[in-house]
């Protein structure tokens, strides 16, 4: 839980709002959460750089997991924040004001991604104006917003998980998705790893008949310990399952998105196995997976996570990503192939169901769209011979890929 005081912080220096901090409790009293005035929120394809529009109802995510891609996104957001800080010294902003503003700037934008976070409190208002604007139901539809009529997907968490937990106080994320409730013929697609997305079945469902939705729970382990170490603020696994069923129970497509993919560290076969017989059994419609993609920001927190956690591979690591952002095209493949033959032996889809679907105006579906833009696992490569695993029995390709890729053994 989350509680509320007020602070001077002026974010829009022009308009010199005075903006409410949420100053967390228990392991969240290192994050500060500020209040943002969005202008808009629905981020179109030209901006994505990918075939889905976006919504982030947040910037920046307090789950903090250690492999978050997403991190260079803070960098935009704390350039501004350096801006407005010049501005204020300018002005002469001190004290309370000033103090609350340097915190802003206090640390590197991939620690601050998780440290300062930032809520678009009116993003609800904003959102049902743009859709009025693009010819929302019920008006005529016109202008660029026509394609989100016509099949093109709409992704919410792409950049940041719309479940965190200021969503629980401040409940954005739901005001969102009524808002999108009330259109038709959508595609919506959620993308979270907190269990607080069952909350919200009742709107899920709401929109689910009115329009085509899929919900992707991320879950890269089912050990609860081991998880505790990769994400420490996310909720357990077994939240997470829980969830996965609640929404499944409603009718809703729900299915599992073990991304990233640790090597050495969450990929041993039989982790790997038990996770899609447990996602199969939870009724789950489909997995998607791909292997962890280490881009430059990432870089900057993840392997120092691994010297500090796991100092075994650090350097392991660091040769495997040497020569670019993800493992090379053998693990990729071996990971590919392996999983797609545990989800046939437990009954499940591997991939989105919509990414089998041709969209309109050759726009990729919500979960196709979502996997390409997270780093899918491509089918370029030649994954070897299958490897037997010994003392598992799972005929796994993705052996011999890992110890060539990382030159060790996954253990027994």
Same mark, same amino acid.
């Given at each position: 839980m989350l509680q509320v005081s007020q602070a001077q912080l002026p974010f829009d220096s022009a308009a010199r709002r005075r903006l409410p901090v949420l100053n967390p409790l228990g392991t969240q009293s290192d994050i500060r959460y500020y209040d943002a005035v969005a202008k808009g929120v629905l981020n179109g394809p030209e901006t994505t750089g990918m075939g889905f529009w976006s919504i982030n109802p947040y910037v920046g995510c307090a789950f903090g997991c250690a492999?978050? @891609? &997403?991190? @260079? #996104?803070?960098? @935009?957001? #704390?350039e501004r924040a350096t801006a407005s800080e010049r501005e204020a010294v300018a002005e002469g902003a001190e004290g309370a004001e000033g103090a609350e503003r340097g915190r802003l700037t206090d640390l590197p934008p991939w620690l601050a991604f998780e440290r300062r976070i930032f809520v678009k409190r009116n993003a609800p208002e904003v959102l049902r $104006? #743009?859709?009025? $604007?693009?010819? %929302? @139901?019920? &008006?005529?539809?016109?202008?660029?917003? #026509? %394609?989100?009529?016509? %099949?093109?997907?709409?992704?919410?968490g792409t950049a940041t998980d719309p479940y965190q937990p200021a969503e629980r106080t401040w409940r954005v994320t739901r005001g969102v998705l009524e808002v999108l409730a009330a259109e038709r013929g959508l595609s919506v697609v959620i993308v979270t790893k907190s269990a607080l997305v069952a909350r919200d079945v009742d709107v899920l469902a709401r929109l689910a008949a009115r329009s085509r939705l899929t919900v992707h729970v991320s879950l890269i382990t089912l050990d609860r310990e081991l998880a505790r170490r990769l994400e420490p603020r996310a909720p357990t696994p077994e939240a997470r399952v829980r969830a996965v069923e609640r929404l499944a129970a409603a009718g809703i497509d729900v299915g599992i998105n073990i991304m990233p993919v640790l090597p050495g560290i969450t990929d041993p076969p039989s982790m790997l196995d038990a996770l899609v017989r447990r996602v199969a059994r939870s009724g789950a419609s489909h997995v998607n997976a791909c292997a962890l993609r280490l881009r430059v920001t990432a870089r900057r927190r993840y392997l120092p996570f691994i010297e500090a956690e796991f100092p075994h591979l650090a350097a392991r690591y660091r040769a495997a990503y040497a020569g670019g952002h993800q493992m090379g095209d053998r693990y990729r493949e071996g990971l590919r192939r392996f999983l797609r033959e545990r989800c046939r032996e437990h009954g499940i889809q591997y991939g989105t169901p919509e990414g089998a679907g041709r969209a309109r105006d050759g726009t990729a579906r919500a979960g196709r769209a979502w996997s390409a833009g997270d780093g899918a696992v491509g089918n370029d490569g030649d994954a070897g011979d299958g490897v037997e695993d010994a003392g598992r029995g799972i005929d796994s390709p993705l052996v011999r890929a890992c110890a060539e890729q990382l030159g060790l053994a996954l253990g027994p």
């Open positions: 492999y978050c @891609y &997403a991190r @260079y #996104t803070h960098r @935009y957001v #704390t $104006a #743009t859709l009025r $604007a693009g010819g %929302g @139901y019920g &008006a005529s539809r016109r202008g660029r917003l #026509t %394609g989100i009529w016509k %099949g093109e997907t709409i992704v919410i």
